[in-house]
């Protein structure tokens, strides 16, 4: 895990940051980059459907869709997959800057982006999550061949400002990170809407069972970020024998409960990350 410094924004600051497709995940990291201290003027958007904020922030500095990009310290694509082929052609002439290309796109491989920036252009790989909004998110990266440590601590300078950063060993990796950690969030907000339903299910009010089942997965992730213990642990902590949440557990933990599903969900994430490569 990094830890970004005050230095490594200001350093970001000097050559700027440009950022190709601003909607909910290039969006929230910029969020994170610009609470973290980024100046608003040293961020370019180009993005055709720019979100009001983005608009707001124009008035304050933040470029959005200048007619050509000069130069930046790392260009960051978070573009759809399906729409990289022709979004990501009008930044290749940053590869001729020096640039560092940091590419979100789920499945999107290394090699794509080195037929279009060449195999000399420095390609940072990473998988974010929206959590990055608010400065908790993970975000796991691997460099290309071309890509130097400095490089790499560039990348996770950016990454480690909106919350931890991991480097994987492979790329390989990265479909099962997207399936894990990327793809995650959804997973636990589905958690808070299956607790409501289940607590609506139990002659609970709407809105009681959503308080109740949202409050419940924020103290619980709170506390498991405040606490050294393990999630089993923790788990246990909660569990009396012979009472409540054991019955519940019982039918959580059995070999059909939700690790099989969860199990099941994951893969079938991984595999459509696979087939987003084409
Ligand atoms: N949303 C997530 O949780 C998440 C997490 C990790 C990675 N990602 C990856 O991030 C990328 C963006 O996903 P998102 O959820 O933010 O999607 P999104 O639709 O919210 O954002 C994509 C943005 O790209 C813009 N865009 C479309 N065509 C463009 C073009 N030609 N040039 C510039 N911008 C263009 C759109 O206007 C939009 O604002 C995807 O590749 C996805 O795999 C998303």
């Known amino acids: 895990m990094t830890q970004t410094t005050a230095a490594d924004i200001a350093a970001l600051a000097e050559r700027g940051v440009t950022i190709l497709g601003c909607g909910k995940m290039g969006g929230a990291m910029l969020r994170g980059w610009l609470a973290a201290g980024l100046p608003p003027e040293a961020a370019t958007v180009l993005d055709p459907a720019p979100a009001d904020w983005l608009r707001e922030l124009a008035a304050r500095g933040l470029r959005l869709n200048p007619e050509r990009v000069e130069d930046a310290a790392?260009?960051?694509?978070?573009?759809?997959?399906?729409?990289?082929?022709?979004?990501?052609?009008?930044?290749?002439?940053?590869?001729?800057?020096?640039?560092?290309?940091?590419?979100?796109?789920?499945?999107?491989?290394?090699?794509?982006?080195?037929?279009?920036?060449?195999?000399?252009?420095?390609?940072?790989?990473?998988?974010?999550?929206?959590?990055?909004?608010?400065?908790?998110?993970?975000?796991?990266?691997?460099?290309?061949?071309?890509?130097?440590?400095?490089?790499?601590?560039?990348?996770?300078?950016?990454?480690?400002?909106?919350?931890?950063?991991?480097?994987?060993?492979?790329?390989?990796?990265?479909?099962?990170?997207?399936a894990i950690s990327g793809s995650g969030p959804a997973y636990v907000f589905h958690m808070i809407e299956a607790m409501a339903a289940a607590g609506r299910a139990l002659d609970l009010p709407d809105e009681l069972a959503m308080t109740l089942a949202r409050q419940t997965v924020i103290g619980a992730a709170e506390l498991a970020r405040r606490s050294d213990a393990s999630a089993e642990q923790l788990r246990r902590d909660v569990t009396s024998p012979g009472g409540t949440t054991a019955a519940a557990l019982e039918v959580l933990m059995a070999p059909d409960g939700l690790t099989a599903l969860m199990t099941r969900a994951a893969a079938a994430a991984a595999r459509r990350s696979r087939e987003l490569a084409g």
Do not use: W, Y
């Open 74 to 178: 790392v260009c960051v694509l978070a573009v759809k997959p399906q729409v990289m082929a022709k979004a990501a052609p009008q930044v290749a002439h940053l590869a001729g800057r020096g640039a560092l290309f940091m590419s979100i796109a789920a499945g999107t491989p290394i090699s794509f982006f080195e037929s279009l920036f060449g195999a000399d252009a420095p390609i940072v790989r990473a998988m974010p999550n929206t959590p990055a909004a608010v400065g908790r998110g993970v975000t796991a990266l691997i460099g290309n061949a071309a890509a130097t440590e400095a490089h790499m601590r560039l990348a996770e300078a950016l990454a480690g400002a909106v919350g931890a950063v991991v480097r994987l060993e492979a790329e390989s990796q990265m479909d099962a990170v997207t």
